[in-house]
């Protein structure tokens, strides 16, 4: 048995300068400055467990789980300001990105041989789960009041997300002779996903997210040994189903 929690925290600060000259014909020379400020500012806390046990008059069964988890909180202020030398008032902007994300994870392995040496049997529980909450907030300067940002209720939003996948699978290997053996086994999913987003321009008419779905992934291998040791040269075909999901940002009704 063991048990691990690692807290963290990174930090990035970033500032750009441009300068920008126009000239309509031979009209004045404008020159405008530009500046941006961006601040990363995370925060991390990891966590997990692990426990594994064998039968010494059983030799290669083996029963191992682990669980754990990440916390994630990030806050990302960016802000942008434009200073021309004379001319029109030019206003400031400011972005603001806040989440957090919590992430969990649990998985539970059982291997059991099969007698006279005839294969192994594997099976297996696995669990994921992911919470997201955050916002987009934007504001902007006016030329009456250039030094304080006003909230921007049509561009800011906020959002929440949440995944849920229960897995479990079951692999069986045998031997075939001759050198050969085959496996085949069969993985499940069931993902179910909510979500909603709040505020912004046109938010109502996006609606929320909601949705679940089964899957079922079969897989299959055929392989030969070729050298005198297994695993020193070998022949093999295999057969996989797989998902790759989009990310929780890419599922909301952004």
């Not at 006016?142 to 929440?160: E, K």
């Not at 479990?168 to 086994?185: I, M």
């Amino acid at each position: 048995l063991s048990l691990g929690v690692e807290p963290g925290t990174e930090r990035n600060t970033e500032s750009e300068n441009q300068l920008l000259t126009q000239q309509n014909g031979t009209g004045p020379v404008q020159r405008t400055r530009g500046e941006q400020n961006l601040n990363v500012d995370v925060k991390l806390l990891s966590y997990d467990g692990s426990y594994r046990r064998t039968w010494t008059q059983h030799e290669g069964r083996e029963l191992t789980a682990n669980a754990g988890g990440v916390i994630i909180d990030a806050t990302v202020p960016v802000m942008q300001r434009q200073f021309p030398e004379a001319g029109t008032y030019l206003p400031s902007t400011r972005q603001r990105l806040d989440v957090v994300a919590n992430i969990q994870f649990a998985q539970l392995d059982y291997v059991h041989p099969l007698a006279a040496g005839k294969g192994r049997l594997e099976m297996g529980l696995k669990m994921e789960h992911q919470s997201n909450r955050g916002s987009n907030s934007f504001g902007a300067t006016t030329d009456s009041r250039p030094n304080d940002f006003q909230a921007d209720p049509v561009r800011s939003l906020t959002y929440t997300f949440n995944q849920l996948v229960p897995a479990a699978y079951v692999t069986v290997q045998r031997p075939l002779g001759h050198s050969w053996s085959a496996q085949a086994g069969l993985r499940t999913e069931y993902t179910r996903n909510s979500g909603a987003v709040q505020g912004g321009a046109g938010i109502e008419q996006r609606g929320s997210l909601g949705q679940d779905y089964l899957n079922l992934f079969p897989s299959a291998t055929l392989s030969r040994e070729l050298g005198k040791e297994a695993g020193q040269n070998r022949i093999q075909l295999s057969y996989a189903r797989r998902l790759d999901r989009p990310n929780f940002m890419q599922q909301l009704p952004l």
